[in-house]
Every structure is written in C-alpha cells, then in structure tokens.
C-alpha cells in the first residue's frame, strides 16, 4: 500500500499561482508515474497532468498547457504541480495518484491509489 498526503491547496484571487505537493510513503516511489487528477461540484473527476517514474515525460490536459508544469523529487519521495495563471474554472479538489505504469497515464482507472485531495479555490 502507498499512502499520499496532498498539502499546498487554499484560495487564490484570478492570475495567481499556487503549488501544490503529494508526499508519498513508499520506498519505490521512483517506480511509480504520478498524476494529479481534480473534481468540481457535479462533475466527474478529470485528468490534469501527469510524470513518468524517471521525470522525463510529462502530459496535460489543454486546459493547462502552459500554465501548470508537473514535477518530482525522486530523493523526496514529492510529487509537484505548479500552477500559475490560475483561473475560476480551475476551482476544484485536486487529487494526487499513484500509477505503476512507469510512463504515467490520463487514464483514471489506470491509478493504484489516491490521496484524499485539496481544495483550490480561484476566484474572480
């Protein structure tokens, strides 16, 4: 079992940045893709970005591109997503995961586990 702890979300005014962290408790955490997933009120959850185990690719859902930038601390045991350019559409519980597929994934159900998610609040 792999616990993840989200730590970084709070409320943010249009235009701002915030950086969200996902500290893993596995020994393998080098052996894992990361992602970072986020559910609005009434709304299914939806794939943000995602990080091979090695930190070498990356992948975002358009809405970010350019704006949010997904990385990891390997030594850490951290996972990171930068988000800058925050706007009110972008207000939702973020949720970190943990793939064992080494290239990561978009793909929700390809997730091993999850941490319990942070509110991000942008407002206008």
């Known amino acids: 079992q792999v616990q993840l702890v989200e730590s970084g979300g709070g409320s943010v005014q249009a235009g701002g940045s915030l950086r969200l962290s996902c500290a893993a408790s596995?020994?393998?955490?080098?052996?894992?893709?990361m992602g970072w997933f986020r559910q609005a009120p009434g709304k299914e959850r939806e794939f943000v970005a995602a990080?091979?185990?090695?930190?070498?690719?990356?992948y975002y859902t358009d809405s970010v591109k350019g704006r949010f930038t997904i990385s990891r601390d390997n030594a850490k045991n951290t996972v990171y997503l930068q988000m800058n350019s925050l706007k009110p559409e972008d207000t939702a519980v973020y949720y970190c995961?943990?793939?064992?597929?080494?290239?990561?994934?978009?793909?929700?159900?390809?997730?091993?586990?999850w941490g319990q998610g942070t509110q991000v609040t942008v407002s206008s």
């Open positions: 990080i091979s185990a090695s930190g070498g690719r990356t």
């Open positions: 995961a943990a793939t064992r597929k080494v290239y990561g994934s978009s793909i929700r159900y390809e997730y091993n586990y």
């Open positions: 596995t020994r393998t955490f080098g052996s894992y893709g």
